[in-house]
């Protein structure tokens, strides 16, 4: 079974890949600092496998400690790295924590995955790094712009440190996915979004105010050039992201993958804001407290993905509807209320 390092693997995105690795007959090995996640991901995990999965509790831009990791687990074949900070509001209060955590730890994993002689890596970026694009849907060759917080900075600066890598002539390859919103959690909600404090993304916020924890919530703005004037995205349900992460692993592998390559991972279809909320409320028959606010600064009016790439070049497929991710999400909710009575 082919080792592979999931940083991160403890978190949202992460437990989830880690979960479709075992199931496509990996053997991952997580690291992750739980700054942002609980150990209760690790049960999670293990209660939807039967069985535990290793963890390592490692800062990943700690490179001594990076370095005692590969000495003793050898045999990886290859890197997932999703250890990173994600907090848009909080990057542009704090940009120096975003950026010696973002980059600090790229910059370091590749270091030391370059002295083991582990060479392929699977990088979590963002279509934070199209900006405010001027055509949709946005294509990979969609032009990438000045980022409008540190946050998606860090994303664009760690893709150019990945293309430097290639043009130097270095043997590392790197698939950089460019997640649009993943939201929902597994099918069963053993594990999922573990928000800490106010949610500032639209799903939780929306599961914990139908679950009474906030009271209402408010939808940024609806004076958008849009169909109904709120905000278009394009949201994947996370199990379908984390299978393209699978798939980009094997292809990296396998051999068939460029130095470096970027891939669109959504559904390449956008949703407004009162689509997505009213997909919540079909999907779980919640009616949910909601009210028209001021635009939030910094938001994409709108943004939605053409995944012709990822489909043709990783055989990447999404399988489940908004309502279904919604409806996951919501089990989930529910499942954490149930787990900390
Ligand atoms: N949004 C909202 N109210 C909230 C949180 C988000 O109306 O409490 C909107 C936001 O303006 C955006 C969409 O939901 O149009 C998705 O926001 P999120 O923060 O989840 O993702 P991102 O802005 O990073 O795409």
Request: aromatic residues 8%.
């Amino acid at each position: 079974m082919k080792k592979i390092l999931v940083t991160g693997g403890a978190g949202y995105i992460g437990s989830h890949t880690v979960v479709e690795l075992v199931q496509a007959g990996y053997e991952p090995v997580i690291i992750d600092n739980f700054s942002n996640t609980e150990e209760r991901s690790l049960q999670g995990i293990a209660a939807i496998l039967g069985r535990e999965v290793t963890c390592h509790r490692i800062d990943c831009t700690d490179t001594a400690a990076l370095r005692r990791f590969f000495e003793q687990e050898t045999g990886i074949a290859g890197v997932i790295h999703f250890a990173a900070y994600k907090a848009v509001g909080e990057s542009v209060e704090e940009p120096l924590k975003y950026y010696h955590n973002n980059v600090g730890s790229l910059v370091a994993l590749l270091q030391v995955m370059q002295e083991f002689n582990v060479n392929k890596l699977v990088f979590s970026s963002s279509c934070t790094v199209y900006g405010i694009p001027a055509e949709l849907p946005v294509t990979e060759q969609t032009p990438v712009q000045k980022a409008n917080s540190p946050y998606g900075n860090t994303k664009k600066i760690c893709e150019e440190i990945l293309s430097d890598l290639a043009t130097s002539g270095s043997d590392m390859y790197t698939t950089a996915l460019r997640y649009f919103n993943p939201i929902g959690a597994h099918p069963s909600a053993e594990i999922g979004e573990l928000p800490l404090g106010v949610p500032n993304n639209l799903v939780p916020f929306i599961t914990q105010t139908a679950a009474g924890i906030r009271e209402q919530l408010t939808i940024f703005g609806n004076d958008y050039d849009t169909p109904d004037g709120t905000c278009i995205r394009d949201y994947v349900h996370v199990v379908d992201l984390a299978k393209a992460h699978v798939v980009a692993i094997e292809r990296l592998l396998s051999g068939k993958a460029e130095n470096i390559e970027f891939f669109n991972v959504g559904t390449g279809t956008g949703n407004t804001v009162l689509e997505a909320v009213q997909a919540f409320e079909r999907a779980t028959g919640e009616k949910l407290n909601y009210k028209i606010g001021p635009r939030r600064s910094g938001d994409v009016p709108k943004i939605y993905a053409d995944v012709t790439k990822a489909t043709e070049e990783l055989g990447f497929k999404t399988t489940s509807t908004l309502e279904e991710a919604m409806k996951s999400a919501w089990d989930w909710q529910m499942h954490l209320q149930k787990t900390e009575e």
